[in-house]
């Protein structure tokens, strides 16, 4: 029995972005269908289940792949924008961030220096500001 399973998924494609993400939403669906009682919030959760098994256990894996960075393109600015504001977020108690007034550049300062004179690695301005 475990050398056909073995077997059947042999070449398979797998989860990937672009799979936990529409499982994401075949859950979202069902919660809204939960709270809500309209049936078409069930018919897309199906619909993205379906979908997420179908690309899972496909074996055109090029096709799979390339879908997959299709999706990855299409989000990679809104993936860029979270991982830049959970990197700040995890740095708050060692770091402030400031604007440089002039270019609007994002400038990283230790915290605990007191007022310090900060020069703007862009535009070469420097602004005053507590640490």
């Not at 390339?66 to 999706?71: F, G, I, L, R, V």
């Amino acid at each position: 029995m475990r050398e056909k399973f073995m077997r059947f998924m042999q070449g398979r494609y797998g989860a990937d972005s672009l799979s936990r993400f529409l499982m994401g939403v075949a859950i979202a669906a069902m919660l809204l269908m939960m709270f809500t009682r309209l049936s078409a919030f069930n018919l897309i959760a199906l619909a993205a289940i379906v979908l997420v098994y179908f690309r899972m256990l496909s074996k055109n894996i090029t096709k799979r792949y390339q879908e997959n960075q299709a999706y990855l393109r299409c989000t990679g600015r809104f993936r860029f924008w979270f991982g830049k504001k959970k990197s700040e977020f995890s740095q708050r108690k060692t770091h402030h961030f400031y604007r440089c007034p002039k270019c609007r550049q994002r400038v990283r300062v230790p915290r605990g220096k007191g007022r310090i004179a900060i020069r703007c690695p862009k535009c070469g301005q420097e602004f005053i500001k507590n640490s």
